[in-house]
């Protein structure tokens, strides 16, 4: 519920209008007596327009459709009069109440604003009704908000909102706050349509890569091939006599091609003549950064789960079952190449750009231009693809640093090479696992041990304590399964130059795929069913048992399949949702797999738009059977050796399965769907392999591994 000490009074807005300022996060509340500053803002204007001032970003997850059905539930209005705004940077006013910072990421858009956005909309039409009644001279209660207007059902008379608003800004805020009960809900858990097809269709939506500001140059870059490299010396002479090049900016460590359009940027920089100071890790592979990984998981590691006593309950056990696991570097590859616009003047600084922290932007432009950071104007755009690559700055770093020596405004965009040859990738992790078994067959104790970057400690190291990353953890600690007997550690190793960053689902998406893994091995050591054995662990879980069984019904699991075909299962809860797929998977002789189908089912709480629902979750699988089947981003000399898509392969339109998702209806309060597909896939596709071969996949991406 929403205190008086949790609002500033209501205000009148600029046109008469009602303005109501809003915190997502009691534990922002200012010092007492200190102004009150919010972090988001609902405005109704005497046009009878809602606002939103939206503190999270768009970037194909349906956020700009679902954050307004939550103000427009309550606020009673068709979600067609919600009109958005992006948040200028501000990290004290639209800090993610789940982060902690002013950026859109863990899958909590809707888990951060379910009930402060909807308890700013009930206070809007509280406030509206009050007004509505004190002009009629009417008790409140015999007044009611419908369809953007309050309406006296005994004299029938009405007001629209619009008319209201200014009166409204002058009533006392309510003491008492009602929010709607969902038997009441119009519009939550209805497929409400996106807000943003039409102009994604027509071409009228802005994207970072779109902004072209007045007089606006283009420019592309190379960087050092070795991370860590610097520039030795470039002879630009044959790049200043292409057609449409203006000027060549060199930096330390990168060269950048300014030009009046991007044809002439690229033909400018293929002229360049470039030699490089490689550095330290010109001699840098794979192979060596596995090895130290593997090597890293012989020594003991901050603790991050113990129950029980597992050395103990190991000695006892009838059955011991170990095993080894890797996951490689991922790269981002989003549709939306890496771009950013910036014009960098003497008393102060533009950027263009789609980010997903927007604060982070505003600070590292202004530290790089030498300005106070109330000079630096971000316009944030839509985003063509974020997972986690968009939570970084550096892009708008190198913008920045070459709009320095550009006259004007200058667009800086990444070529698909630069873009996947200096990501910010997902990072390697080596398992070492093992776990004890009862006559029975069940689990008695549970050990693993895990080495791999950790990106927390770098992004937020306040989130970095004892040794341990939430995020790199998540998915390897409190499993759904009865587990009497369990021990984790990490060991944190930071690859040698290599930097590692957010990718959808990020800590899940290495940990679901060693845990789910592992299970089937345990289930396979007890010559158990794989949907059977998990079911017997899950008796203290309902809400995981229940998407286990009804994936495995819809999947029809247990029916005959033709020779060569599999179906594999996994059960995660992570992000606050409960999951489980089943992948129906074909391999052929020469070990080529062929994912048929997929089943999954969801319990997610309370769902807000249905729709966003199943696409996140189509979107995650493909997202992750690609990184599963294909994905890797693999070092020589230095260098990541992928460049493009013919070599960082994407899934294409006729390899990908049928999908279907079911939704558990429930109560409970939203959980996180934008990365929960991509981790629970990896292990049903291995696990199936495993069901259609009897080979067991411990190594990503599964590439040839398949071959019998």
Known sequence: MISRRQFLSTSAALGGGLLIGFRTSAAAESPSGAPFAPNAFIRIGSDGQIVLTMPYVEMGQGTYTSI??????????????????????????????????????????????????????????TLLVSAAAKRWNVDPASCRAQSGEVRHAPTGRRLKYGELAADAARMPVPEKLVLKSPADFKLIGTSAKRLDTPSKVNGSAVYGIDARPPGVKIATLAQSPVFGGRVKSVDDAKAKAVKGVRQVVRLDDAVAVVADHMGAAKKGMAALVIEWDEGAHAKLDTQQIADG??????????????????????????????????????????????????HVRKDGCEIWVGNQALGRAQAVAAKAAGLPLDKVVVHNHLIGGGFGRRLEVDGVIRAVQIAMQVDGPVKVVWTREEDIQHDMYRPSFFDRISAGLDAKGMPVAWN???????????????????????????????????????HVEYVRAE?????????????????????????????????????????????????????????AQKAGWGKPLPQGVGRGVSVQHAFATYMAQVAEVEVSKDGTVRVRRVVCAVDCGTVVNPDTVRAQIQSGIIFGLTAALRGEITLKGGRVEQSNFHDYQM????????????IV???????????????????????????ATGKRIRKLPVANQAAV
């Open 495 to 551: 690859p040698p130059g290599i930097p590692t960053a957010f990718w959808r689902s990020v800590g899940p998406s290495h940990n679901v795929f060693v845990t789910e893994s592992f299970i089937d091995e345990l289930a396979a050591a007890a010559k158990r069913d794989p949907v059977a054995y998990r079911r017997a662990l899950l008796d203290k879980a309902p809400r995981a048992k229940a998407v286990l069984e009804l994936a």
């Open 448 to 486: 693993n041990r895990f080495a791999g970057s950790s990106v927390i400690a770098r992004w937020l190291p306040p989130g970095f304590n004892n040794g341990l990353d939430p995020d790199t953890t998540e998915g390897a600690i409190d499993l759904v399964y009865a587990l009497p007997n369990m």
């Open 651 to 662: 899934l294409r339109m006729n390899e990908a399965p049928a999908i279907e998702v079911h």
């Open 293 to 342: 990984l593997e090597k890293a998981t012989l020594n003991p590691g901050a603790v991050a789960q113990n129950i029980g006593d597992t050395e103990k309950a190991m000695a006892s056990a009838v059955t011991k079952v170990e095993a080894t696991y890797q996951v490689p570097f991922l790269a981002h590859a989003t549709m939306e190449p890496m771009n950013c616009t910036a």
């Open 665 to 691: 209806k429930s109560g409970e309060a939203p959980g996180g769907m934008g990365e929960t597909g991509t981790s629970a896939i990896s292990p049903a596709l291995t696990n199936a392999i495993f069901a």
């Open 68 to 125: 307004p059905m939550l103000i427009a539930e309550e606020l009673e209005v068709d979600l067609k009069q919600v009109r958005l705004e992006h948040a200028p940077p501000d990290e004290k006013l639209y800090a993610n109440p789940l982060l902690g910072v002013q950026a859109t990421g863990n899958s909590n858009a809707i888990r951060g604003s379910w009930k402060p956005l909807r308890e700013a909309g009930a206070t809007a039409r």
